[in-house]
Structures are given as structure tokens and as C-alpha cells.
């Protein structure tokens, strides 16, 4: 052969060649969004920031699905701070689900960063605005502890089914059939805790707790809640806010207050402790699941299974 045309046709080779690998890592570097990358196992992997989403992905995902959880029991998502480790985990996922309405804080810029390469969605957004708790309530634009309202979770229960379906519409059936159950497991809590509450004579449904973590609680079921701080747990509460809630406390004969999981009870503590300086004998009402579930494996550490040890927590000390 000719050794000019050879060493022509070796650089075509290689043009090509390369041209190829170029192709080949292109598309392995920038996934669409709206496809399924799956894991080793096939299945659709999905990160999420709090346990109560972990408990709805894998309810209504099943076997088809592998979902890591950020948040475990215990910790406080308003200061919660993304480790490397956990950005390499919402960086390798297929989906990320998170709350929304500023409760990862923290986490927010990060987040809003990573939608723009990969699907990340807030199950918040599901939720019609005009029935969100306002600031005119809590002070800031929404309270964002909307699982409080067992119906706003069917709501976020909805978004994470539609979403599923969207990404791995091959497993629709299956999707559809885990969020049917669980949607009407969710419809029977939320009579149920209904009727629970309502059971608690109506001068003494006062729920006091660390944070004003349970608005929607007390909206959804008809019963008056105290939080010592506000909507987030990013600040301390100071000596006026003990003394104000030690006060009504006493004017009002209210007998329980609630500790929570994943707050600090030093303050409640002083306001149980002030109170009885006063006169009046409020006990320690129990604890109860804010911002975190229980431990994983547990009953308390399914969202279910949180909002039950709540609720009958709340009536037995409040009867």
C-alpha cells in the first residue's frame, strides 16, 4: 500500500476512534434527567433528606426501588449539615426527594444547585399554597412541618408515586397499587387521630412543646398548640419566652408538656421547673417525634407508626 494512503487512512482511524470515546463519555457524564439510570441491582435509586420521605419512597417504590435516607432518627433537619459523603449520595441517585419550604435549610442551596443536572423534587410542592400554614402564623413565608396533617402527606404521598412512574414508567402498575394501599392505610390515620384527639376534654387540648413544630396538627385536629420557639430550632429561646409559657401554664391549669426527639428539653425542663415554683404541678407528658422519626426498624420509625405514639401519647396525658 501506498505509505502516503496508509498513514492517511491511520489518522482517519484514529479521528473516528476518538470521536467515538468522546460520544461514549458524553453520554455516560450528563444523564438525562427524566431516564433511569438504575444501580447494579436495576433498581431506581432514590436519596432523600428526612425519614418520613425514606418511609413513603419505600412504601409506594417496593422492591423496585433502593432508597437512602440522609436523616436518621434523632437529628434536627433546620440544622442538619451535608456531609461529602452525603453529597456523593444525592449525586449518584437517579432521584432525590426532599420537604421543602426551607425545613433542610442547610441543604437548600445545595439542592437547588443539583436540580439542574438531575431530577430532585420537593413533595411540598404538591400542596396547594393557599392551604400551607403562612407567615401571618409562624413567622416565616410557610411552616414546613406539613406531615403534622395527615392529609398534606397523601399529598406528598402522590408526589413521590407520580414521580416514580415518570422515571420507571415500566413498574406504573406496581406504583399505582403500593400508593393505593398506603393511601388508604394514611386516610384511616387521619380519622383516626381525629377521633383520638377529640376524645381529650376541649379546656385541657393544649399540646405545649419544645419548637412549634405541630401547627398543622393542631389546625387538622382541632387542638391548641404552644411551642416554646418558633418554627426552627436555629435559635434559643430566651428568658421572656419561658416566663410567657410558664405563666399560661399556670393561669390555665394545664397539666403535661411534650419533650421532643430531636430537641434539646432544657428548655421545657425550666418551664416545668418554674411552674412548680409557682405552685402548680405540670409533669413531663411524654416524648413525642418532631422533626425525626423513631429508630429505623422500629414501629416508631415508620411514619405510621410515629404519628400513632404521638397522638396516643398526647391522650394519655391530656385525659
Known amino acids: 500500500m501506498n505509505p502516503r494512503l496508509k498513514r492517511a487512512l491511520q489518522r482517519?482511524?484514529?479521528?473516528?476512534?476518538?470521536?467515538?470515546?468522546?460520544?461514549l463519555i458524553s453520554a455516560c457524564g450528563s444523564p438525562d434527567s427524566n431516564t433511569t439510570q438504575g444501580n447494579e441491582n436495576g433498581?431506581?435509586?432514590?436519596?432523600?433528606t428526612?425519614?418520613?420521605?425514606?418511609?413513603?419512597?419505600?412504601q409506594v417504590g417496593g422492591d423496585h426501588v433502593e432508597v437512602t435516607g440522609l436523616m436518621k432518627?434523632?437529628?434536627?433537619?433546620?440544622?442538619?449539615?451535608?456531609s461529602q459523603g452525603d453529597i456523593n449520595k444525592l449525586d449518584r441517585a437517579d432521584i432525590v426527594f426532599y420537604n421543602g419550604l426551607h425545613l433542610e435549610g442547610k441543604m437548600t442551596e445545595i439542592l437547588?444547585?443539583?436540580?439542574?443536572?438531575?431530577?430532585?423534587?420537593?413533595?411540598?410542592?404538591g400542596i396547594d399554597r393557599s392551604k400551607l400554614r403562612n407567615g401571618d402564623q409562624t413567622g416565616t413565608e410557610y411552616d414546613p412541618h406539613i406531615w403534622f396533617d395527615v392529609s398534606h402527606w397523601m399529598s406528598a404521598t402522590k408526589s413521590v408515586r407520580d414521580t416514580l412512574i415518570k422515571h420507571d414508567p415500566a413498574h406504573e402498575a406496581q406504583y399505582r397499587s403500593n400508593a393505593e394501599n398506603y393511601l388508604r392505610q394514611l386516610e384511616e390515620l387521619h380519622q383516626e387521630t381525629a377521633d383520638k384527639i377529640s376524645s381529650i376534654p376541649e379546656e385541657g387540648r393544649v399540646l405545649v412543646t419544645a419548637h412549634d413544630a405541630f401547627g398543622y396538627f393542631g389546625d387538622a385536629y382541632n387542638i391548641k398548640v404552644m411551642g416554646l420557639q418558633g418554627i426552627s430550632t436555629a435559635s434559643e429561646p430566651g428568658t421572656?419566652?419561658?416566663?410567657?409559657l410558664r405563666d399560661y401554664l399556670v393561669a390555665n391549669q394545664i397539666k403535661a408538656v411534650f419533650i421532643e426527639s430531636s430537641v434539646s428539653r432544657k428548655a421545657i425542663d425550666a418551664v416545668i421547673e418554674g411552674a412548680r415554683k409557682k405552685g402548680h404541678q405540670i409533669h413531663n407528658g411524654g416524648e413525642l417525634y418532631s422533626d425525626a422519626m423513631g429508630?429505623?426498624?422500629?414501629?416508631?420509625?415508620?411514619?405510621?407508626?410515629?404519628?400513632?405514639h404521638n397522638v396516643d401519647t398526647i391522650v394519655s396525658a391530656l385525659q
Open 12 to 23: 482517519l482511524f484514529l479521528a473516528m476512534l476518538a470521536l467515538f470515546v468522546f460520544t
Open 43 to 48: 433498581k431506581l435509586s432514590v436519596t432523600t
Open 112 to 125: 437547588e444547585k443539583m436540580a439542574k443536572k438531575r431530577t430532585i423534587v420537593a413533595v411540598s410542592d
Open 73 to 82: 432518627s434523632g437529628v434536627d433537619p433546620h440544622l442538619y449539615k451535608a
Open 50 to 58: 428526612i425519614g418520613m420521605i425514606t418511609d413513603i419512597v419505600r
Open 240 to 244: 421572656k419566652d419561658v416566663t410567657d
Open 295 to 308: 429508630a429505623e426498624g422500629t414501629v416508631e420509625g415508620t411514619y405510621i407508626g410515629m404519628v400513632r
